[in-house]
């Protein structure tokens, strides 16, 4: 099947339905917030966002930090700059964009899954890398690695607005455990006033283990520090990564 990109594309209007930016990622970012003050070496107060989507981090980081935000796609840009009107954001690509500034703490989460190969996977760390102030810290969050991932996972979640009934349908599934790579593949089952339209997206995903994800931040540069983090059943392991100096 072939890879598409509609979420961040014709079908991204329907990202803010997927999770209440307000709520669903308050949490979440408390936590990471929480991690930089700990690790860092010096005085936090700019943040970039490597792969932000629609700002919905952004919205929550921002109480604590002055936020950039990096994505490839125009129109998650929009969305991005239309819920943090007092933010910045730039279009690049995580492997290869430089700023040409640096900041004192990096995120990367989700987008990171998109490295789908080991190259791309190493380039995005060292993206990260040039943009932090020695004693920054990066927070590289894994959807999946090799020790977590679970065979034909499939999740959904619903959302109504305006209309509109939603049901975002998930499914993950490693057609071969001997690459770095698996599939995801989402249902969108759309009702605009009880009229279905039915769409679809595939994805190809980078997997790595946890061991190849250590040696690569150790690589690159960083002290890895490791710290757990649960939500809604789940567990992750989360990378804190100083840059050293």
Sequence with gaps: MKDTC????????????????????????????????????RRTTTLLDIGCGGGKN?????????????????????????????CTFVQGDMRTCRLGRTFD???????????????????????????????GVLIAVPDVTIESFRQNRTTTTSATRDGLDVVFVENVYDPDDTDEQYETTILYLIRDHGRLRIETEHWTMGIFSQDTWRQVLLDTG????????????DEYTVFACVKAG
């Design 58 to 86: 952004v919205l929550n980081l921002k109480r604590e930090f002055n936020v950039t935000g990096l994505d490839l796609s125009s129109t998650m840009l929009a969305q991005a700059q239309a819920l943090n009107p007092e």
């Design 222 to 233: 960083f002290q890895v520090h490791e710290e757990p983090y649960s939500v809604g059943g």
């Design 105 to 135: 703490a990096v995120l990367m989460d989700d987008a990171i899954s998109h490295m789908n190969c080991r190259a791309d996977f190493v380039a995005a760390f060292r993206t990260a890398h040039d943009h932090l102030e020695e004693g």
């Design 6 to 41: 509609r979420l961040y594309t014709d079908l991204a209007w329907l990202w803010p339905l997927w999770g209440d930016a307000a709520t669903e990622y308050a949490h979440y970012c408390q936590y990471v917030s929480g991690l930089i003050r700990r690790y860092a070496r």
